[in-house]
Protein backbone atom coordinates (compact mmCIF):
# COMPACT_ATOMS: atom_id res chain seq x y z
CA UNK A 1 0.00 0.00 0.00
CA UNK A 2 1.78 3.51 -0.96
CA UNK A 3 0.39 5.85 1.41
CA UNK A 4 1.37 8.99 -0.60
CA UNK A 5 0.09 7.77 -4.02
CA UNK A 6 3.33 8.80 -5.51
CA UNK A 7 2.58 6.13 -8.68
CA UNK A 8 -0.68 7.82 -9.07
CA UNK A 9 -4.04 5.95 -9.27
CA UNK A 10 -6.13 3.38 -11.54
CA UNK A 11 -9.00 6.17 -12.33
CA UNK A 12 -12.30 4.03 -12.44
CA UNK A 13 -14.81 5.82 -14.22
CA UNK A 14 -17.40 3.44 -14.09
CA UNK A 15 -20.62 3.20 -16.69
CA UNK A 16 -22.36 6.32 -16.60
CA UNK A 17 -19.47 8.78 -16.79
CA UNK A 18 -17.72 7.83 -19.93
CA UNK A 19 -20.71 6.81 -22.05
CA UNK A 20 -22.89 9.63 -20.62
CA UNK A 21 -21.31 12.63 -19.20
CA UNK A 22 -17.95 12.14 -20.73
CA UNK A 23 -17.82 16.44 -20.23
CA UNK A 24 -17.10 15.06 -16.15
CA UNK A 25 -14.35 12.92 -17.09
CA UNK A 26 -12.81 15.61 -19.38
CA UNK A 27 -12.90 17.82 -16.68
CA UNK A 28 -11.38 15.64 -13.82
CA UNK A 29 -8.51 14.22 -16.20
CA UNK A 30 -7.79 18.45 -16.58
CA UNK A 31 -7.92 18.50 -13.17
CA UNK A 32 -5.62 15.54 -12.48
CA UNK A 33 -2.96 16.80 -14.84
CA UNK A 34 -3.08 20.11 -12.93
CA UNK A 35 -2.44 18.50 -9.82
CA UNK A 36 0.22 16.34 -11.10
CA UNK A 37 -1.35 13.45 -10.31
CA UNK A 38 -0.74 10.47 -12.15
CA UNK A 39 -3.64 8.25 -13.32
CA UNK A 40 -3.68 5.18 -15.60
CA UNK A 41 -7.32 3.62 -17.22
CA UNK A 42 -7.63 -0.19 -16.85
CA UNK A 43 -10.35 -2.13 -18.41
CA UNK A 44 -12.51 -2.47 -15.68
CA UNK A 45 -15.73 -3.47 -16.02
CA UNK A 46 -19.19 -1.97 -14.15
CA UNK A 47 -18.33 -1.30 -10.44
CA UNK A 48 -21.50 -3.22 -10.23
CA UNK A 49 -24.11 -0.52 -9.01
CA UNK A 50 -24.87 -0.98 -5.17
CA UNK A 51 -28.34 -0.74 -5.44
CA UNK A 52 -29.56 -2.43 -8.55
CA UNK A 53 -27.13 -5.39 -8.92
CA UNK A 54 -26.73 -5.93 -5.13
CA UNK A 55 -30.58 -6.19 -4.47
CA UNK A 56 -30.66 -8.47 -7.39
CA UNK A 57 -27.84 -10.55 -6.33
CA UNK A 58 -25.73 -9.66 -3.49
CA UNK A 59 -23.18 -12.57 -4.20
CA UNK A 60 -22.43 -11.63 -7.82
CA UNK A 61 -22.47 -7.70 -6.78
CA UNK A 62 -19.39 -8.84 -4.39
CA UNK A 63 -17.81 -10.84 -6.58
CA UNK A 64 -17.50 -8.75 -9.36
CA UNK A 65 -16.43 -5.99 -7.50
CA UNK A 66 -13.43 -8.39 -6.04
CA UNK A 67 -13.02 -8.52 -9.67
CA UNK A 68 -12.20 -4.59 -10.58
CA UNK A 69 -10.32 -4.50 -7.28
CA UNK A 70 -7.96 -7.33 -8.26
CA UNK A 71 -7.21 -5.57 -11.75
CA UNK A 72 -6.27 -2.57 -10.16
CA UNK A 73 -3.76 -4.74 -7.64
CA UNK A 74 -2.29 -6.23 -10.20
CA UNK A 75 -1.24 -2.70 -11.27
CA UNK A 76 -0.65 -2.22 -7.46
CA UNK A 77 -2.32 1.35 -7.77
CA UNK A 78 -5.62 2.82 -5.48
CA UNK A 79 -8.63 3.30 -7.08
CA UNK A 80 -9.79 6.84 -7.25
CA UNK A 81 -13.60 7.00 -8.43
CA UNK A 82 -15.27 9.59 -9.69
CA UNK A 83 -19.19 8.21 -8.81
CA UNK A 84 -20.68 7.73 -5.39
CA UNK A 85 -21.93 4.56 -6.44
CA UNK A 86 -18.67 3.19 -7.68
CA UNK A 87 -17.15 4.51 -4.23
CA UNK A 88 -19.34 2.82 -2.16
CA UNK A 89 -19.40 -0.78 -3.80
CA UNK A 90 -15.58 -0.59 -4.10
CA UNK A 91 -14.77 0.54 -0.56
CA UNK A 92 -17.51 -1.35 1.06
CA UNK A 93 -16.58 -5.00 -0.74
CA UNK A 94 -12.59 -4.48 -0.22
CA UNK A 95 -13.36 -3.58 3.62
CA UNK A 96 -15.51 -7.06 3.71
CA UNK A 97 -13.14 -8.89 1.46
CA UNK A 98 -10.07 -7.26 4.16
CA UNK A 99 -12.17 -7.93 6.98
CA UNK A 100 -14.02 -11.53 6.50
CA UNK A 101 -11.75 -14.41 5.88
CA UNK A 102 -14.79 -16.66 4.70
CA UNK A 103 -16.05 -14.33 1.87
CA UNK A 104 -13.02 -13.67 0.62
CA UNK A 105 -11.82 -17.67 0.30
CA UNK A 106 -15.32 -18.00 -1.52
CA UNK A 107 -14.92 -15.26 -3.95
CA UNK A 108 -11.33 -16.11 -4.24
CA UNK A 109 -12.26 -19.86 -5.48
CA UNK A 110 -14.13 -18.42 -7.82
CA UNK A 111 -11.39 -15.82 -8.88
CA UNK A 112 -9.23 -18.54 -9.32
CA UNK A 113 -10.94 -19.92 -12.31
CA UNK A 114 -9.85 -16.69 -14.27
CA UNK A 115 -6.27 -16.57 -12.48
CA UNK A 116 -6.97 -13.85 -10.37
CA UNK A 117 -6.77 -13.79 -6.59
CA UNK A 118 -7.77 -11.19 -4.48
CA UNK A 119 -5.37 -9.86 -1.86
CA UNK A 120 -6.18 -6.93 -0.15
CA UNK A 121 -3.53 -4.64 -0.96
CA UNK A 122 -5.17 -1.45 -2.49
CA UNK A 123 -7.47 1.05 -1.18
CA UNK A 124 -10.56 2.59 -2.83
CA UNK A 125 -11.02 6.69 -2.68
CA UNK A 126 -13.28 9.02 -4.32
CA UNK A 127 -11.73 12.22 -6.40
CA UNK A 128 -13.11 14.31 -3.40
CA UNK A 129 -11.52 13.03 -1.00
CA UNK A 130 -7.97 13.72 -3.19
CA UNK A 131 -9.23 17.29 -3.50
CA UNK A 132 -9.71 18.20 0.24
CA UNK A 133 -6.35 17.32 0.95
CA UNK A 134 -5.20 19.10 -1.99
CA UNK A 135 -7.27 22.04 -1.17
CA UNK A 136 -4.22 24.48 0.52
CA UNK A 137 -2.28 23.58 -3.39
CA UNK A 138 -5.14 24.15 -5.13
CA UNK A 139 -5.95 27.45 -3.29
CA UNK A 140 -2.75 28.87 -4.23
CA UNK A 141 -3.75 27.49 -8.04
CA UNK A 142 -6.94 29.73 -8.43
CA UNK A 143 -6.40 31.77 -11.41
CA UNK A 144 -10.87 32.65 -11.67
CA UNK A 145 -12.09 33.07 -9.06
CA UNK A 146 -15.69 32.74 -8.26
CA UNK A 147 -16.49 35.28 -5.69
CA UNK A 148 -19.55 36.65 -7.77
CA UNK A 149 -21.16 32.78 -7.50
CA UNK A 150 -23.95 31.43 -4.79
CA UNK A 151 -23.72 27.69 -5.17
CA UNK A 152 -26.05 24.71 -3.26
CA UNK A 153 -24.05 21.71 -2.92
CA UNK A 154 -25.46 17.97 -2.90
CA UNK A 155 -23.36 15.46 -1.95
CA UNK A 156 -25.30 12.44 -2.51
CA UNK A 157 -25.78 9.11 0.13
CA UNK A 158 -23.31 7.10 -1.56
CA UNK A 159 -20.47 9.46 -0.94
CA UNK A 160 -21.45 9.12 3.21
CA UNK A 161 -23.23 6.04 3.70
CA UNK A 162 -22.40 3.74 4.93
CA UNK A 163 -20.25 5.82 7.50
CA UNK A 164 -18.60 3.30 9.59
CA UNK A 165 -16.75 2.22 6.54
CA UNK A 166 -17.13 4.82 4.25
CA UNK A 167 -15.61 7.88 7.02
CA UNK A 168 -15.68 10.23 4.24
CA UNK A 169 -16.95 13.23 6.28
CA UNK A 170 -19.83 13.62 8.70
CA UNK A 171 -23.01 11.95 7.53
CA UNK A 172 -25.44 14.76 8.58
CA UNK A 173 -23.54 17.25 8.49
CA UNK A 174 -20.80 16.70 5.72
CA UNK A 175 -18.37 19.77 4.99
CA UNK A 176 -15.78 18.67 2.52
CA UNK A 177 -17.62 19.74 -0.80
CA UNK A 178 -18.36 23.12 0.45
CA UNK A 179 -15.15 23.66 1.72
CA UNK A 180 -14.12 22.95 -1.69
CA UNK A 181 -15.98 25.33 -3.46
CA UNK A 182 -15.24 28.29 -0.99
CA UNK A 183 -11.57 27.24 -1.64
CA UNK A 184 -12.39 28.79 -5.31
CA UNK A 185 -14.19 31.47 -3.29
CA UNK A 186 -17.35 30.23 -4.29
CA UNK A 187 -20.32 31.15 -1.64
CA UNK A 188 -22.22 28.47 -0.17
CA UNK A 189 -25.65 28.97 0.61
CA UNK A 190 -27.69 26.75 3.22
CA UNK A 191 -31.03 25.14 2.19
CA UNK A 192 -33.15 23.10 3.96
CA UNK A 193 -33.33 19.24 2.79
CA UNK A 194 -29.59 19.17 2.17
CA UNK A 195 -29.19 15.76 2.96
CA UNK A 196 -31.78 14.48 1.13
CA UNK A 197 -31.29 11.57 -1.45
CA UNK A 198 -31.03 12.42 -5.33
CA UNK A 199 -33.88 9.70 -5.18
CA UNK A 200 -32.27 7.77 -8.24
CA UNK A 201 -32.66 4.60 -6.64
CA UNK A 202 -36.39 4.80 -7.65
CA UNK A 203 -36.27 6.04 -11.29
CA UNK A 204 -36.68 2.69 -12.99
CA UNK A 205 -39.18 1.00 -10.26
CA UNK A 206 -41.61 4.04 -8.70
CA UNK A 207 -40.74 6.89 -11.53
CA UNK A 208 -43.15 9.48 -9.97
CA UNK A 209 -42.09 8.63 -6.53
CA UNK A 210 -38.49 9.61 -7.87
CA UNK A 211 -39.22 12.74 -9.38
CA UNK A 212 -41.12 14.13 -6.37
CA UNK A 213 -38.17 13.56 -4.52
CA UNK A 214 -35.88 15.19 -7.00
CA UNK A 215 -38.74 17.90 -6.55
CA UNK A 216 -38.20 18.42 -2.91
CA UNK A 217 -35.08 19.61 -3.09
CA UNK A 218 -35.20 21.99 -6.27
CA UNK A 219 -37.96 23.33 -5.03
CA UNK A 220 -35.52 24.36 -1.61
CA UNK A 221 -32.62 25.09 -4.06
CA UNK A 222 -34.40 27.46 -6.10
CA UNK A 223 -35.88 29.40 -3.34
CA UNK A 224 -32.13 30.51 -2.40
CA UNK A 225 -31.90 31.73 -5.76
CA UNK A 226 -27.96 30.12 -5.99
CA UNK A 227 -26.26 30.37 -9.24
CA UNK A 228 -25.30 26.87 -9.50
CA UNK A 229 -26.33 23.73 -7.81
CA UNK A 230 -22.56 21.18 -7.34
CA UNK A 231 -22.47 17.56 -7.34
CA UNK A 232 -20.37 14.53 -6.97
CA UNK A 233 -21.59 12.09 -8.67
CA UNK A 234 -23.05 10.96 -12.30
CA UNK A 235 -25.90 9.85 -10.87
CA UNK A 236 -27.53 12.47 -9.28
CA UNK A 237 -25.89 14.96 -11.71
CA UNK A 238 -28.76 13.05 -14.06
CA UNK A 239 -31.29 13.42 -11.51
CA UNK A 240 -31.51 17.15 -11.13
CA UNK A 241 -29.79 17.78 -14.56
CA UNK A 242 -32.20 16.31 -16.52
CA UNK A 243 -34.68 15.66 -13.68
CA UNK A 244 -35.81 19.17 -12.90
CA UNK A 245 -37.48 18.97 -16.71
CA UNK A 246 -39.41 16.26 -16.02
CA UNK A 247 -40.62 17.50 -12.72
CA UNK A 248 -41.63 20.27 -14.89
CA UNK A 249 -43.62 18.18 -17.31
CA UNK A 250 -45.23 16.48 -14.52
CA UNK A 251 -46.53 19.42 -12.07
CA UNK A 252 -45.40 22.44 -14.16
CA UNK A 253 -43.53 23.64 -12.07
CA UNK A 254 -40.25 25.72 -13.45
CA UNK A 255 -37.11 26.15 -10.88
CA UNK A 256 -33.57 28.61 -12.00
CA UNK A 257 -33.90 32.23 -13.35
CA UNK A 258 -36.41 32.51 -15.47
CA UNK A 259 -37.53 29.24 -14.98
CA UNK A 260 -34.91 27.98 -17.05
CA UNK A 261 -33.47 25.30 -14.99
CA UNK A 262 -31.01 25.50 -12.38
CA UNK A 263 -27.37 24.89 -13.31
CA UNK A 264 -26.13 21.61 -11.57
CA UNK A 265 -22.69 21.22 -12.31
CA UNK A 266 -19.83 18.58 -11.40
CA UNK A 267 -17.24 20.17 -8.95
CA UNK A 268 -14.30 19.27 -10.89
CA UNK A 269 -15.70 20.91 -14.14
CA UNK A 270 -15.99 24.19 -11.59
CA UNK A 271 -12.54 23.24 -10.81
CA UNK A 272 -11.12 23.66 -14.26
CA UNK A 273 -13.00 26.65 -14.57
CA UNK A 274 -11.34 27.91 -11.82
CA UNK A 275 -8.45 26.97 -12.52
CA UNK A 276 -8.07 28.70 -15.74
CA UNK A 277 -8.97 25.60 -18.42
CA UNK A 278 -11.21 26.91 -21.52
CA UNK A 279 -14.57 24.65 -20.31
CA UNK A 280 -16.54 26.04 -23.37
CA UNK A 281 -16.81 22.58 -24.69
CA UNK A 282 -17.97 20.35 -21.73
CA UNK A 283 -20.32 23.50 -20.59
CA UNK A 284 -22.07 23.39 -23.85
CA UNK A 285 -23.05 19.37 -23.56
CA UNK A 286 -25.34 20.84 -20.44
CA UNK A 287 -29.14 21.09 -20.93
CA UNK A 288 -29.11 24.68 -18.24
CA UNK A 289 -26.90 27.11 -19.45
CA UNK A 290 -24.01 27.51 -16.74
CA UNK A 291 -23.43 31.48 -15.35
CA UNK A 292 -20.03 31.66 -16.32
CA UNK A 293 -18.49 33.54 -18.93
CA UNK B 1 -22.68 -19.82 -3.32
CA UNK B 2 -26.55 -20.15 -2.44
CA UNK B 3 -27.98 -20.78 0.99
CA UNK B 4 -31.14 -22.20 1.71
CA UNK B 5 -33.63 -19.48 2.08
CA UNK B 6 -34.72 -20.66 5.48
CA UNK B 7 -31.31 -19.93 6.63
CA UNK B 8 -31.29 -16.49 5.10
CA UNK B 9 -34.71 -15.38 6.59
CA UNK B 10 -33.34 -16.43 9.94
CA UNK B 11 -30.53 -13.86 9.40
CA UNK B 12 -32.72 -11.25 8.29
CA UNK B 13 -35.18 -11.65 11.03
CA UNK B 14 -33.07 -12.00 14.24
CA UNK B 15 -31.35 -8.30 13.81
CA UNK B 16 -34.58 -6.56 13.26
CA UNK B 17 -36.47 -8.20 16.81
CA UNK B 18 -34.09 -5.30 19.05
CA UNK B 19 -36.97 -2.57 16.66
CA UNK B 20 -38.82 -0.95 19.22
CA UNK B 21 -41.02 0.90 16.46
CA UNK B 22 -39.68 4.75 17.08
CA UNK B 23 -40.22 5.02 13.53
CA UNK B 24 -37.36 7.07 13.16
CA UNK B 25 -36.62 5.43 9.80
CA UNK B 26 -40.10 6.28 8.22
CA UNK B 27 -39.28 9.76 8.96
CA UNK B 28 -36.13 10.17 7.43
CA UNK B 29 -37.21 7.77 4.24
CA UNK B 30 -37.05 9.86 0.97
CA UNK B 31 -39.57 7.62 -0.63
CA UNK B 32 -41.72 6.78 2.68
CA UNK B 33 -42.10 10.91 2.61
CA UNK B 34 -43.41 10.73 -0.91
CA UNK B 35 -45.01 6.81 -0.87
CA UNK B 36 -46.36 5.74 2.28
CA UNK B 37 -47.50 2.85 1.26
CA UNK B 38 -43.24 2.13 1.26
CA UNK B 39 -43.16 2.06 5.34
CA UNK B 40 -39.74 0.53 6.47
CA UNK B 41 -41.01 0.99 10.37
CA UNK B 42 -44.31 -0.93 9.08
CA UNK B 43 -41.54 -3.56 7.33
CA UNK B 44 -39.83 -4.45 10.31
CA UNK B 45 -42.75 -4.97 12.12
CA UNK B 46 -44.40 -7.38 9.96
CA UNK B 47 -41.21 -9.29 10.06
CA UNK B 48 -41.45 -9.44 13.80
CA UNK B 49 -44.58 -10.94 14.04
CA UNK B 50 -43.47 -13.54 11.75
CA UNK B 51 -45.51 -11.75 8.36
CA UNK B 52 -42.33 -12.43 6.26
CA UNK B 53 -44.78 -14.36 3.49
CA UNK B 54 -46.69 -11.38 2.83
CA UNK B 55 -43.38 -8.52 2.74
CA UNK B 56 -41.61 -10.92 0.76
CA UNK B 57 -44.49 -10.72 -2.04
CA UNK B 58 -45.16 -7.59 -1.98
CA UNK B 59 -43.96 -5.26 -4.68
CA UNK B 60 -43.26 -2.35 -2.19
CA UNK B 61 -39.64 -3.82 -1.12
CA UNK B 62 -38.58 -2.69 -4.19
CA UNK B 63 -39.42 0.62 -3.74
CA UNK B 64 -36.66 1.01 -1.61
CA UNK B 65 -33.74 3.20 -3.02
CA UNK B 66 -31.32 2.12 -1.19
CA UNK B 67 -30.48 5.66 0.58
CA UNK B 68 -29.26 4.05 3.70
CA UNK B 69 -30.30 7.15 5.73
CA UNK B 70 -32.60 4.77 7.54
CA UNK B 71 -29.36 2.61 8.36
CA UNK B 72 -27.76 5.52 9.52
CA UNK B 73 -30.13 6.73 11.67
CA UNK B 74 -31.93 3.69 13.51
CA UNK B 75 -31.49 4.05 17.39
CA UNK B 76 -31.12 -0.02 17.94
CA UNK B 77 -28.73 -0.50 14.74
CA UNK B 78 -30.65 -2.44 12.91
CA UNK B 79 -29.85 -2.26 9.03
CA UNK B 80 -32.96 -1.79 7.55
CA UNK B 81 -31.40 -0.84 3.85
CA UNK B 82 -29.44 -4.75 4.10
CA UNK B 83 -32.45 -6.23 5.19
CA UNK B 84 -33.92 -4.58 2.41
CA UNK B 85 -31.32 -6.38 -0.16
CA UNK B 86 -31.90 -9.19 1.08
CA UNK B 87 -35.48 -9.20 0.65
CA UNK B 88 -34.77 -8.25 -2.93
CA UNK B 89 -32.55 -10.77 -3.48
CA UNK B 90 -35.41 -13.25 -1.98
CA UNK B 91 -37.88 -11.77 -4.21
CA UNK B 92 -35.53 -12.43 -7.61
CA UNK B 93 -35.36 -16.15 -6.54
CA UNK B 94 -38.83 -16.20 -7.11
CA UNK B 95 -38.84 -14.37 -10.46
CA UNK B 96 -40.50 -11.23 -8.85
CA UNK B 97 -37.75 -8.40 -10.28
CA UNK B 98 -39.37 -5.18 -11.55
CA UNK B 99 -38.57 -4.47 -15.76
CA UNK B 100 -36.54 -1.42 -14.90
CA UNK B 101 -33.59 -3.29 -12.52
CA UNK B 102 -34.08 -6.68 -15.09
CA UNK B 103 -33.02 -4.40 -18.13
CA UNK B 104 -29.89 -2.92 -15.57
CA UNK B 105 -29.17 -6.67 -14.99
CA UNK B 106 -29.77 -8.05 -18.59
CA UNK B 107 -27.41 -4.99 -19.93
CA UNK B 108 -24.91 -5.96 -17.30
CA UNK B 109 -25.18 -9.68 -18.32
CA UNK B 110 -24.68 -8.57 -22.25
CA UNK B 111 -21.70 -6.14 -21.63
CA UNK B 112 -20.21 -5.96 -17.88
CA UNK B 113 -21.43 -2.24 -18.43
CA UNK B 114 -24.79 -0.69 -16.96
CA UNK B 115 -25.03 1.65 -19.14
CA UNK B 116 -24.86 0.99 -23.00
CA UNK B 117 -22.60 3.39 -25.33
CA UNK B 118 -24.19 5.86 -28.07
CA UNK B 119 -22.87 7.43 -31.06
CA UNK B 120 -23.46 10.63 -30.08
CA UNK B 121 -21.49 10.52 -26.62
CA UNK B 122 -18.50 8.52 -28.69
CA UNK B 123 -18.56 11.32 -31.30
CA UNK B 124 -18.79 13.72 -27.89
CA UNK B 125 -15.41 12.26 -26.29
CA UNK B 126 -13.75 12.20 -29.79
CA UNK B 127 -14.40 16.26 -29.51
CA UNK B 128 -13.12 16.28 -26.24
CA UNK B 129 -9.65 14.64 -26.72
CA UNK B 130 -10.61 11.60 -24.17
CA UNK B 131 -9.00 8.38 -25.08
CA UNK B 132 -10.56 5.43 -25.92
CA UNK B 133 -12.35 3.60 -23.70
CA UNK B 134 -11.40 0.61 -22.65
CA UNK B 135 -13.30 -1.68 -22.24
CA UNK B 136 -13.93 -4.99 -19.78
CA UNK B 137 -13.02 -8.47 -20.39
CA UNK B 138 -16.86 -9.79 -21.30
CA UNK B 139 -16.24 -13.35 -21.25
CA UNK B 140 -14.53 -13.00 -17.60
CA UNK B 141 -17.62 -11.19 -16.12
CA UNK B 142 -19.70 -13.64 -18.00
CA UNK B 143 -18.21 -16.88 -16.42
CA UNK B 144 -18.39 -15.23 -13.34
CA UNK B 145 -22.08 -14.70 -13.66
CA UNK B 146 -22.60 -18.04 -14.57
CA UNK B 147 -21.06 -19.35 -11.97
CA UNK B 148 -22.05 -17.08 -9.33
CA UNK B 149 -25.75 -18.43 -10.47
CA UNK B 150 -26.31 -14.53 -11.83
CA UNK B 151 -26.99 -15.75 -15.17
CA UNK B 152 -29.83 -18.46 -14.15
CA UNK B 153 -31.57 -15.76 -12.24
CA UNK B 154 -31.75 -13.56 -15.03
CA UNK B 155 -33.30 -16.33 -17.23
CA UNK B 156 -35.78 -17.24 -14.81
CA UNK B 157 -36.98 -13.64 -13.91
CA UNK B 158 -37.04 -12.97 -17.81
CA UNK B 159 -39.18 -16.07 -18.42
CA UNK B 160 -41.27 -14.88 -16.07
CA UNK B 161 -41.79 -11.75 -17.91
CA UNK B 162 -43.67 -12.41 -21.14
CA UNK B 163 -42.08 -9.93 -23.35
CA UNK B 164 -39.11 -11.94 -22.53
CA UNK B 165 -36.73 -12.94 -24.89
CA UNK B 166 -34.03 -15.80 -24.64
CA UNK B 167 -30.48 -14.73 -24.13
S1 LIG C 1 -35.52 3.34 13.46
FE1 LIG C 1 -34.89 1.28 14.12
S2 LIG C 1 -35.90 0.96 16.10
FE2 LIG C 1 -36.92 2.72 15.12
S3 LIG C 1 -38.66 1.79 14.02
FE3 LIG C 1 -36.99 1.91 12.57
S4 LIG C 1 -35.98 -0.10 12.73
FE4 LIG C 1 -37.27 0.14 14.54
S1 LIG D 1 -32.59 2.77 2.46
FE1 LIG D 1 -34.64 2.42 1.61
S2 LIG D 1 -35.97 2.21 3.39
FE2 LIG D 1 -34.06 3.11 4.12
S3 LIG D 1 -34.45 5.31 4.10
FE3 LIG D 1 -33.50 4.81 2.14
S4 LIG D 1 -35.19 4.39 0.72
FE4 LIG D 1 -36.02 4.37 2.82
Known amino acids: ?181 QVLNGTIVPYLKKGMCCGAGLYSIDYNTSLEIIREKMVEVNRTKADAMVVTCPTCFRQYESGQFLVRKNVGEYYGKNGKGIPIVYY ?21 KLPFP | MTEHPKIILDRILSPARVCYQCSTCAGGCPVFCNNPEMNPRLIIEKLILGQVEEVLTSSYIWNCGFCLICTQRCPQGVDLAHILVDLKNLSVKRGNTPVGVLDEMKTLYLTGLTQESSKTVLNRRKKLNLPEIQYPDLSEIQKIMDVSGFNDLLKLNLRKEETSEPL
Request: with cysteine; aromatic share 10%; glycine share 4%.
Open chain 1, 1 to 181: MNEDNSNGFALFLGCTIPLRYPFIESASRKVLNALNIKIKDLPFGCCPDPNGVQSFHDDTWILLAARNLCIAEEENLDILTLCNGCYETLKVANFKLQNNKEVRNKINKILAEMGKEYRGIIRVRHILQLLYELRDKISNMVVRPLFDYRFATHYGCHLLRPFEILQTDNPEHPIILDELV
Open chain 1, 268 to 288: TELLAFALNYNMSDEFKQHHV
